[in-house]
């Protein structure tokens, strides 16, 4: 009897092992490898794995320009009025010191948090973030709150690099921002920028863009671009500039994410969304974003 039960454990261990081994083999590491290792082109939630076996759930955009889109991050602003506070995990939940300089730290480190299916309802970080190499980057406005099957129909702003520009970066954004952290007095204006890189339309184009910024933004901005690590006149860092490259330094009006501490008028400017309301919530006067950026979340894709 106590060989039978012997064997039979020993029957289910091996088993277990092989079920945990073939997953690790066959489970796509990105909607890419999704794409073309297993004929997969409806957009949509899937099951991906990380190199190390973590298994998680995103969004694949298996269609725009040829698809294989993976989601790997969205940034929602939930309070505008909360200067890096709650919900502000793209920047800082910790206050706006300077003794925090690079804030949550999210844009350089393994952290995860949120679900695909709820990013546009609040952050979302997985491990493709850090762990998938890439060529380019997509960016999607979707207004808060829709639920995953509307996210194409109601996106109004979509754009993507084509140039393989994460190629000289290390293959990915957290790669990206390692070299350029996103910390205040890491740098200054003009000089310190990451790079900017060219973008095309899939949804809107420069004009209508530009145009989600208000008037003071659009004289100091250039449309057409997606710039990673700005940095303003007081040296706060940004993460992402939306669709523009800066010409001048008041930066914290059209990029988002960011460091711990945003010097000009501290806290005022700090968090997600950094100062899109300067000139008040959703006016698209002076240095205000319009109200349909402003409340609307970005999400960031790999192919
Ligand atoms: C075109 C108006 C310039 O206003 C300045 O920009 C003002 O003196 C500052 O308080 C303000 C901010 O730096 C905007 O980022
Ligand atoms: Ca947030
Ligand atoms: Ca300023």
Redesign the pocket.
């Known amino acids: 009897m106590a060989n039978w039960i012997v064997l039979l454990v020993s029957f289910a261990c091996i088993n277990l092992s092989l079920s945990v081994r073939e997953l690790e083999y066959s489970t796509p590491q990105s909607c890419k490898d999704l794409k073309q290792r297993f004929n997969i082109n409806q957009d949509g939630l899937y099951y991906l794995s990380s190199p190390t076996g973590v298994v998680y759930q995103t969004y694949c955009d298996m269609t725009t320009a040829g698809g294989g889109w993976t989601l790997v991050a969205s940034v929602h602003e939930n309070n505008l009025y909360g200067k890096c506070t709650t919900g502000d995990r793209w920047s800082s939940q910790q206050g706006g010191s300077p003794n925090v300089p690079d804030g949550d730290g999210s844009w350089s480190n393994t952290v995860t948090f949120g679900n695909a299916e709820a990013a546009t309802s609040d952050d979302f970080k997985n491990p493709g973030y850090y762990d998938i190499t890439a060529e380019n980057v997509a960016v999607w406005h979707v207004p808060n709150n829709e639920r995953v099957g509307r996210w194409k129909l109601t996106s109004f702003l979509r754009y993507h690099t084509e140039s393989k520009f994460l190629r000289s970066y290390g293959g990915n954004l957290y790669n990206l921002f390692k070299q350029f952290p996103v910390k205040y007095n890491a740098g200054s204006c003009p000089a310190n920028h990451g790079p900017s890189v060219p973008v095309v339309y899939d949804v809107g184009d420069a004009s209508f863009n530009h145009k989600l910024f208000g008037p003071?933004v659009r004289?100091e901005t250039e449309p057409g671009f997606i710039t990673f690590r700005a940095i303003?006149?007081e040296k706060a860092a940004m993460a992402i500039c939306l669709g523009v490259k800066p010409k001048g330094c008041?930066t914290?009006?059209s990029c988002i994410g960011g460091g711990g501490h945003f010097p000009?008028?501290s806290p005022r400017?700090c968090g997600d969304f950094a100062?899109f309301d300067?000139d008040g919530y959703g006016t698209n006067a002076?240095?205000s974003a319009s109200k349909q950026v402003t409340e609307a979340a970005v999400l960031i894709f790999y192919r």
């Open positions: 003071h004289g303003n006149h008041n914290e009006h000009e008028a400017q100062s300067w002076g240095w």
